[in-house]
């Protein structure tokens, strides 16, 4: 049973318009959801996170909002560049303590030039 | 700094070999955590240690032994592999005390094959 859900395998954008990726999740006992970016064959890289007693993050490019009520978050990255071109996860943990991340299956993202 | 290390990057080992991996980070963090992720698909936890005990184990086999000697060091002891345990095998930490802190950040990962 997948706790945490990105239901897009793969996302192009043009360069310099906004990628939106989404994902949602089912267990209500999450507390603290993070995206993070990874390319093939290389650890994954902390992006943003977001705490459920936010509903937006913001970081330079990235913002993250969470719907708490629909249990759905996104990333926005705008404007998008080349380097942006990475699979991205999304991971939620209970929080408050050593627990491990449940991690989406991952959206594929590709900027076109 | 948020950097956790990891060696070797690459290993290839038999089936009878014994080997270890490991990870390293120097940011205070007290919690370490073992990942393993198959090509194509999400990580999967393997191993949580907080401040230095064992405190989740998802049913691992035996063959994997962790090993955390102090609050910088995690160690992953291989051992009688099978083929099919080929994958990146990432190391984590984090801080421990809020939901700031339950930031994990990655190592780059070991490629391990087992032939």
């Known amino acids: 049973d997948q706790q945490v859900k990105q239901n897009s395998p793969s996302l192009s954008v043009q360069e310099g318009r906004i990628s939106i990726l989404n994902c949602d999740y089912t267990n209500s006992m999450f507390d603290y959801f993070l995206w993070y970016k990874k390319y093939p064959a290389e650890g994954p890289t902390f992006l943003i996170s977001?705490?459920?007693?936010?509903d937006k993050n913001e970081d330079g490019r990235f913002t993250v909002f969470l719907n708490k009520s629909a249990k759905h978050l996104s990333l926005h990255i705008v404007p998008s560049q080349p380097g942006d071109s990475a699979v991205y996860f999304c991971?939620?943990?209970?929080?408050?303590?050593?627990?491990?991340?449940?991690f989406g299956k991952g959206t594929h993202l590709i900027i076109q030039p | 700094d948020t950097e956790v290390t990891q060696t070797p990057k690459h290993l290839v080992m038999g089936m009878t070999n014994k080997k270890s991996l490991k990870c390293e980070q120097h940011?205070?963090?007290?919690?370490m955590y073992w990942y393993k992720q198959k090509a194509k698909k999400p990580p999967e936890l393997m191993f949580v240690y907080s401040y230095e005990k064992l405190s989740i184990n998802e049913s691992v086999p035996s063959r994997f032994s962790p090993e955390c000697p102090n609050s910088s060091l995690l160690n992953l002891h291989l051992h009688a592999l099978q083929p099919e345990d080929s994958a990146l095998y990432l190391c984590?930490?984090?801080?421990?005390?809020?939901?700031?802190?339950?930031?994990?950040?990655f190592g780059p990962g070991t490629r391990l094959t087992v032939l």
């Open positions: 977001i705490s459920s007693i936010k």
């Open positions: 940011m205070g963090h007290r919690a």
């Open positions: 991971a939620a943990i209970p929080g408050g303590g050593a627990d491990g991340l449940t």
């Open positions: 984590a930490s984090s801080q421990l005390g809020g939901p700031i802190t339950d930031t994990q950040y």
